[in-house]
């Protein structure tokens, strides 16, 4: 008699539907995990920059004595009056710039306390948020609230456009 040898080798269709659905699982946590990992660092790289903004200005406001923002001249443009309801992307582009103030009658020349991240001519968009999500939410810009009384800032990524503003008490 005859021996009939089997050989079993390689697997089964149902075996390997399985592998490929587990492996399909866990590469859908993955990337949902990496994602919620890169929104999160985008955020935390935007809080940063706010804490940058905002030292930025309290610099400007002590070297300057200017409390409120109304001597503001760079570039050779004045700001009007205050900074006080105007957008935070033109005092943000002010402060990478040369600023030239007033005070008691002599002129101070102020040089640029924020420098553009490329290293090129000042720009609003290296200091533009980068947060932003597939749900449509993101930071659309900066909240600046100066508090000239006690020489301080606070500065905070906002979603709405229309607050990224600077505010002046």
Sequence with gaps: MK??????????????????????VLSVLAFSMFTG???????KADEHQAL???KAVISYMLQSQDFKLQNL???????????????????VYALQSTITCT???KNLEIYPILS???????STTCYAPFWSTSNGGQYKGYKI???SNEVNC??????NADEAKVYVN
């Design 154 to 159: 606070h500065v905070t990524p906002v979603t």
């Design 103 to 105: 005070i008691d009658g």
């Design 73 to 91: 001249l760079y570039d050779g443009y004045t700001l009007p009056q205050s900074m006080d309801g105007k957008l935070s992307s033109e005092l």
């Design 3 to 24: 021996k009939i040898i089997k050989r079993n080798s390689g697997f089964s269709l149902i075996e390997l539907l399985i592998v490929i659905a587990i492996i399909g």
């Design 116 to 122: 553009p991240k490329s290293g090129a001519s000042p």
């Design 52 to 54: 940058v903004i905002q």
């Design 37 to 43: 990992v890169l929104h999160n660092s985008r955020k």
């Design 145 to 147: 609230e100066v508090l």
